[in-house]
């Protein structure tokens, strides 16, 4: 048995989270200790009750109410942030840092030393970035456009990745990060590649759930935040482009959903597209849809893609960098699409005239039980 943590900036709705929860789940149904340390706010979503959780605490909070952080808090607000656009995660994340190793001795006191750390997504590796230890494992989940925009971004990414040890979610986003490191002069001490795992038949009972509002078929639907790197604003174009009268579900809440609200009613859609707003259990929907539409502008491997399958509704997508070439294998390739208007409007209609029937060998390579051995045999001897 194995006592093993995982950290989080925010435990809200979304693919990390979703993530993290299923790799969670999976190890402590293996019988080991799983502890999952959400380090701001209250969880949203939340693991099986053998997963132990930590949640309420707010160590951005706590970090900056006293002595250095207060005062790097201060000299960031006044001036750091202007001299340095960008890196107010490394004046915070010194302190961070240090507010989260004593909290996990605090853990470690009560329950015993962890064999292994895993920290999740960039939020969670900015907070941590100055803690060191060879337990430490970053799952990175996400593209590093955040980073690029900057001037600093070699600074930036070599507090980040430098002599970490690194998971990539996908083979895709492993080269993705692995010429941005190139180019900032970075190395890592290791990099992985373990794919998110999925609970198969968890997915598949709660697809058989009610959907309400319910939708005649056929019809396509749409799962994900409301962000601009999952571009619904391209799905709404491409939608209006394909002419076609069935209706859209867009499921799913974030910034973008007035913005996009308008765009539909501007393309003259609100007859035909629903926003149905965040829905704890999508998979009624995804389940009795013609197929399901991606429009993402990158993504780091596409839960949502590994789910609509699990729930047998085919997938047309943008191909785009990132893994989902990796999800997307056999003739569901066929319905990839180059990421216009135009293009994604013909693979629409035709998923529609010409259906794909998933296969259930396609999702094979995502059994969360041996996804999460992957990570328990990280450290092993055998695997270095």
């Known amino acids: 048995m194995k006592r093993i943590l995982i950290i989080l900036r925010r435990l809200h709705h979304g693919g990390i989270e979703t993530a993290s929860i299923n790799l969670a ?13 959400v380090l701001r706010g209250e969880a949203r979503m939340h693991p099986a009750p053998n997963v132990h959780l930590h949640q309420g605490q707010d160590i951005e909070r706590e ?23 960008g890196s107010h995660f490394v004046w915070l ?36 970035w100055d803690w060191r230890d060879p337990r430490i494992w970053q799952v990175v989940e996400g593209t590093m456009l955040k980073l690029c925009r900057y001037r600093w971004q070699a600074w930036f990414s070599r507090l980040l990745f430098q002599d970490k040890q690194v998971v990539c979610v996908s083979e895709g986003l492993a080269s993705t990060l692995q010429l941005f490191l190139n180019e900032t002069g970075v190395t890592t001490a290791r ?24 939708f005649s078929s056929p019809y396509l639907v749409h799962v994900g935040r409301l962000v601009p790197v999952k571009n619904q604003a391209l799905l709404l174009r491409a939608y209006q482009e394909s002419g ?91 319905l990839l699409a180059e990421p216009t208007p135009t293009a994604l409007a013909a693979k629409m209609c035709e998923a529609l005239s010409d259906p794909v029937i998933p296969d259930a060998t396609w999702l094979t390579r995502f059994d969360d039980r041996k996804l999460a051995q992957r990570y328990l045999e990280l450290d092993s001897p055998s695997h270095d």
Request: glycine fraction near 10%; include cysteine; aromatic fraction near 6%.
């Open 93 to 128: 994340g010194r302190t961070t840092s240090r507010v989260a190793q004593r909290k996990v001795a605090e853990m470690e006191a009560r329950y015993g030393r962890f064999d292994q750390i895993i920290v999740r997504g960039q939020g969670a590796f900015e907070l941590l």
């Open 191 to 214: 990099t992985e590649i373990i794919y998110n795992g999925l609970p198969l038949q968890c997915i598949r009972e709660q697809a058989a759930g009610p959907a309400q509002p319910a």
């Open 244 to 334: 076609l009268t069935c209706p859209l579900v867009i499921i799913g809440d974030g910034s973008e959903r007035a913005a996009l609200e308008s765009l539909s009613a501007e393309l003259g859609l609100n007859d035909r597209v629903s926003f149905l707003g965040h829905r704890d259990n999508p998979y009624p929907w995804v389940a009795r849809a013609s197929a399901f539409v991606l429009s993402s502008s990158f993504e780091g491997l596409g839960m949502v893609l590994l789910e609509s399958l699990a729930c047998g509704t085919q997938v047309v997508a943008t191909e785009v960098p990132g893994g989902i070439r990796e999800i997307l294998v056999g003739e569901q390739r066929r």
């Open 25 to 37: 789940n999976a190890l402590a149904d293996q019988g080991h200790e799983v502890h999952l340390w």
């Open 63 to 85: 970090a900056r109410q006293y002595g250095t952080g207060l005062l790097m808090h201060l000299l960031n607000r006044a001036l750091l942030r202007f001299l340095f656009r």
